[in-house]
């Protein structure tokens, strides 16, 4: 026999399409608000004393933890269309 039947199974998933994100427009109110948000809870951070990895972790994480607060907290949700920019 010079050849051997080979079978593979594909699982083939239905996939997202994200049509809603969140975003905040440039120049505006929104994104004035965010900044300074943001920049204070920066400056909020305690970094006098990151003695091991484990308390730079913490610090990151409270970061991540503040900049997604403040994101949600100011953005809008939007419907991505074809021509999302305003014209």
Known sequence: MDHVLLMV??????????TKKHTIF???????????KLSNSIRELNTECISSKKVLK???????????????????????????KLW
Not at 9 to 14: H, K, L, R
Not at 58 to 80: A, G, M, P
């Open 9 to 18: 199974d594909i699982a083939i998933f239905e996939e997202q399409i994200q």
């Open 26 to 36: 440039k120049k505006s109110i929104k994104e004035s608000n965010f900044l300074m």
């Open 58 to 84: 913490e610090i990151v994480q409270e970061f991540t933890n503040n900049t997604k607060q403040i994101w949600f907290k100011h953005s809008k949700i939007v419907n991505i269309m074809r021509h999302l």
